[in-house]
């Protein structure tokens, strides 16, 4: 057996309060394709950052080339030859195709003025897209390119470094069949090249054509790996649905035919497409998908940050146009977002102030707010919320992620919402907080709202959720009803 170009020996890393890397330990080999796969959360991408130098291991031992390595930074990883192409593309939207395929790898500039061979590099990115079949402009500014276009030129920049170990991250997410096999060739040119490759993807079929090894990865370890061959669709899918030490959710139901929600073939660019439900009063939907599966931009959508290209939503049977966010808020939307100090908390303002952010009108009287009510109703929220330790005065910047996702739920609830748009609210937090913040879901629904919830734990889909809708590269490809789905169904619906 050949020598390992890159071995993880041991490696641990803490991510967040509640998650982290334990003990991974792996060889990977010249010339061979390793699928890393793992339901969302599982740390496929956190492993990635490790390997190519965005995080550094609280513990352990990397060896590139059979010396070990401290990466201190992605730049120092690709100099040493390890390059990482991750999910959220980045290329530079001001310059061509050209200049973004070339600006890691090969000068064009000559002493003493600098000067940039703009012929000799569009000739040589139009012999390269020759020889990968490949239909782009190398001179088109690459602000005018829809989002696969974009990916396939994440690709070919990984293709034309001479780098020894690349990694793809999710990248055939949004890709076509035929965008696909470009993937794949340049993928058997680096194999054949000696290269060492990851390939990161929830899309199963299609990881098994090209790859040599797997690594199942769930709650930050490594769960099963081995040839790739010894593995077939239905055990990959069994593993990584099988749950382990699964909570109980204290789900309410309700037998509620009205509707109070339709959402009509809305698009948007490359990221929606033709994407259509209906919610009904009382009820969670659970929306669940890939990578780029467009719920960032049908979040957006429904709470007026965008305006749809094409498509109609109807409130109470009526249509809706949704121009703003303070439009949807009046119309009966209120928003949990995922990044919560970035979108939600108001870092210096304490947690009377947090709580009551949205609610202002119902603590003012003649243009003047009565701080003695906002803070009598913000103990009253924090007491059956049981935020902790809630004094009025507390910064919650300072406070744990269930306490500020509780912080959050109780100045939505203060708003007294009919729609309640919650994303990820559970992610990173304990399980006693996310039992707390499910109750409060339950009391939403006793108060007469309805909630449309994206989360990626199965889980959690599954256990509090009426409907599922699988939303799959902007569009919803399954309908699931909550009391029937099973985890094994969801992974097939999000990896075929």
Do not use: W
Not at 133 to 145: C, I, R, S, T, W
Not at 232 to 244: D, G, L, V
Not at 266 to 283: A, G, P
Not at 295 to 300: S, T, Y
């Amino acid at each position: 057996m050949s020598t390992p170009i890159l071995s993880l020996i041991n490696i641990n890393k803490r991510i967040s309060k509640s998650f982290k890397l334990s003990n991974i330990n792996i060889d990977f080999y010249p010339g061979e394709v390793c699928a890393v796969i793992g339901e969302n959360g599982s740390g496929k991408s956190s492993l990635m950052k490790v390997i190519s130098g965005l995080l550094s291991p609280d513990s352990g031992e990397v060896k590139f080339n059979n010396k070990t390595v401290k990466f201190k930074s992605i730049y120092e990883g690709k100099r040493q030859g390890v390059y990482y192409v991750p999910q959220e593309i980045s290329l530079f939207d001001n310059l061509t195709v050209a200049e973004n395929i070339f600006i890691d790898s090969i000068s064009f500039t000559y002493a003493p003025y600098h000067y940039v061979d703009y012929n000799n590099m569009f000739y040589l990115t139009k012999k390269l897209f020759e020889e990968l079949n490949v239909d782009l402009n190398p001179q088109e500014y690459v602000k005018n390119m829809g989002l696969s276009q974009k990916q396939i030129l994440s690709f070919i920049k990984a293709y034309v470094t001479n780098a020894k170990f690349t990694i793809f991250d999710e990248p055939s997410s949004t890709l076509t069949d035929v965008e696909n096999d470009i993937l794949f060739k340049i993928i058997n040119i680096l194999k054949s090249r000696k290269n060492s490759i990851i390939l990161i993807s929830h899309r199963i079929n299609r990881i098994k054509k090209i790859s040599d090894k797997i690594v199942i990865l769930k709650n930050g370890s490594i769960i099963k790996k081995g040839n790739i061959k010894d593995f077939n669709s239905e055990k990959i899918i069994q593993i990584i649905a099988e749950s382990t030490n699964i909570n109980k959710y204290p789900k309410l139901h309700f037998n509620n035919n009205n509707e109070v929600l339709s959402v009509n073939n809305i698009s948007y660019k490359d990221s929606l497409k033709n994407v259509s439900f209906t919610l009904r009063k009382q009820e969670i939907i659970g929306i669940i998908g890939n990578a780029n599966s467009g719920k960032n931009k049908l979040i957006e959508s429904l709470f007026g940050i965008i305006k749809p290209d094409s498509g109609k939503i109807a409130l109470d049977g009526k249509d809706i146009s949704l121009n703003h966010p303070s439009e949807a808020m009046s119309k009966g939307f209120t928003l949990v977002p995922e990044n919560k100090m970035q979108h939600s908390i108001f870092e210096h303002l304490n947690l009377t102030s947090n709580l009551t952010m949205s609610s202002l009108k119902r603590f003012s009287k003649n243009l003047i707010l009565d701080n003695y009510i906002m803070t009598t109703v913000a103990k009253n929220y924090t007491f059956k919320l049981r935020i902790s330790p809630g004094n009025p005065e507390d910064n919650i910047v300072n406070y744990s992620g269930g306490n500020q996702q509780k912080v959050l739920f109780a100045k939505s609830i203060m708003h007294l919402a009919k729609i309640y748009i919650l994303d990820e609210p559970t992610r990173g937090i304990d399980v006693a907080s996310k039992n707390d913040i499910y109750n409060i879901l339950n009391n939403l629904l006793i108060n007469g709202s309805s909630i449309i919830l994206f989360s990626s734990d199965l889980d959690e889909i599954l256990g509090m959720c009426d409907r599922i809708l699988v939303l799959l590269n902007g569009e919803v490809t399954a309908e699931l009803n909550g009391n029937d789905a099973t985890k094994e169904e969801i992974v097939y619906c999000l990896t075929v």
